[in-house]
Every structure is written in C-alpha cells, then in structure tokens.
Nanobody, 115 residues
Framework: QARLVESGGGLVQTGGSLRLSCAAS????????AGWYRQAPGKQRELVAD???????NYADSLKGRFTVSRDNAKNTVYLQMNSLKPEDTAVYYC?????????WGQGTQVTVSS
C-alpha cells in the first residue's frame, strides 16, 4: 500500500520561503508522475506543479518563477521550493501520485503566509 507523507509547512511572513517534502513509501516513486496541489479555505483544490518520472516539470501559470518542483529518486521524495510567498499562497498543500491506476494523496501540510 502506497503512502505519501508531506512535511515542511508552517507560518512564514510575506516574501519568505518554504520547502515542502513529500516522502513516498510502498511504491517506487521514481517511476510515477507526482504532483503538488493546494486547497485554500472555501476554494477548490488546484494544481500547483507536477513532475514526471523523467523530471519534466509543469506549473500553474500564476506560480511560474516563484515555485520549483524537484525530485530525489534515491530518497523516494519530491520537493516543492516556494519563494517570495504571498498571503494568497496560504493553503493546505497536498502531494499526489497515481500508481497502478490508483490515486494516492498525502494528508496535507498547512502553509500560512502572514502579511
């Protein structure tokens, strides 16, 4: 059974940075596409960025240039580096992958950006 565990969230001031981690167990994470999503209060969950098994990346247009997704296959971990954070980035951030036709989600990590 695959399991994804996010970490690295917290409270940061406007303009600050955070790096989120998503550690996978139970699957060979490196062979699957992985994505970061976020959900703010009262809003739908949205794609932040994703990364393929060959490390090709894709970003939400509004986040290009501030967020960077990467992966360390040796550690079975995907990262999201977030810079120049804004209050509107406040949300729960989730890690996702689809392995063997099954969608897996982590429990989420809260990111709060104070103004």
């Amino acid at each position: 059974q695959a399991r994804l565990v996010e970490s690295g969230g917290g409270l940061v001031q406007t303009g600050g940075s955070l790096r989120l981690s998503c550690a996978a167990s139970g699957i060979t994470f490196s062979i699957y596409k992985a994505g970061w999503y976020r959900q703010a209060p009262g809003k739908q969950r949205e794609l932040v960025a994703d990364i393929t098994s060959s490390s090709r990346t894709n970003y939400a247009d509004s986040l290009k240039g501030r967020f960077t997704v990467s992966r360390d296959n040796a550690k079975n971990t995907v990262y999201l580096q977030m810079n120049s954070l804004k209050p509107e980035d406040t949300a729960v951030y989730y890690c996702n992958t689809k392995a063997a036709a099954t969608d897996y989600w982590g429990q989420g990590t809260q990111v709060t950006v104070s103004s």
